[in-house]
Structure formats: structure tokens, C-alpha cells
């Protein structure tokens, strides 16, 4: 009698020990136990993938708004910031293309207000910003000489 494997509960606690188990699987020929787990596991690879999207792009927006809310405390720091959570924003669309702008634009509120908050905790105040547009968190350029 072939046991069912839990692998949703697998796959969100370790994708490396879903991997094994399904290779285990693969060997002793339980084919229908290795779609399962390949299918739990893609899920799993998809929603890490998408809270990195949100994590940078949260990152992203909290460097803006602290840019726009605290001219005066700008820093080196933040353009780098901005500069690299658009790379790795970049780096995961082109690895994971179902992850596209369509994608960003579904969480854009959402994220907005997390970065926000995030911002107005590391400012030690509250922002009058209550958007941000695609145009100023991807395509303005933030540099210390421009103000």
C-alpha cells in the first residue's frame, strides 16, 4: 500500500526535503505521489518567488517615500537601496516571467500601505504621501544631485 505524502505541509516547510521526497518517490515508481509533489512543490517555488516580488517592491516604495517625506536626511544609502530593489525586481520578472507587471500592479495598495507604514516607523513620523505612482518608483532617478 503506497502512504500518501502531506505535501502541501512538506513543500511550505522545506522545497529542498520536497525535492528529496519526491525523488524518492520517482524511485520506488509511485508516479502519481511524484505529480502531487511536483505540483505542491511548483505552488510553493511560485509563492516564494511572488513574497520576494513583494518584499522588494515594499523596500522599494519605503525608500521613496522616506526620499520624498525627508529631503533634507537623503542619503547614499537610499539611492543604492532604490537602485538595488529595481535590480532584484528586475532579476526575479526575467527568472519568473508569470510574475510581470500585472502582477506588481495587483499588489501595488496593498504594498503601498506596508511601505508606508515601514517608512513612517523608521522616520519616527507620519508622511503626507499617499501614493506613489509607476512613474516614481520605476522610472525616476533618485541621486544625490538631483533635488
Known amino acids: 500500500m503506497v502512504t500518501h505524502m502531506n505535501w502541501q505541509t512538506l513543500s511550505s516547510n522545506s522545497q529542498y526535503l520536497t525535492a528529496v521526497a519526491i525523488k524518492d518517490e520517482l524511485d520506488q515508481g509511485h508516479y502519481q505521489e511524484v505529480r502531487i509533489g511536483l505540483e505542491e512543490l511548483i505552488e510553493a517555488l511560485s509563492r516564494s ?24 536626511k537623503r542619503t547614499l544609502s537610499w539611492v543604492a537601496s532604490i537602485k538595488n530593489a529595481r535590480e532584484e525586481i528586475a532579476d526575479i520578472q526575467e527568472e ?30 507620519k508622511s503626507s504621501i499617499n501614493y506613489l505612482s509607476w512613474q516614481e518608483v520605476f522610472v525616476d532617478e533618485y541621486d544625490m544631485d538631483v533635488f
Open 96 to 125: 519568473i516571467p508569470s510574475l510581470n507587471n500585472t502582477v506588481i500592479e495587483s499588489l501595488w495598495n496593498k504594498v503601498f500601505i506596508i511601505a508606508k507604514r515601514d517608512a513612517e516607523a523608521e522616520m519616527g513620523k
Open 49 to 72: 518567488e511572488k513574497r520576494a516580488l513583494k518584499s522588494q517592491l515594499v523596500r522599494l516604495m519605503m525608500h521613496i517615500i522616506k526620499w520624498n517625506s525627508q529631503p533634507d
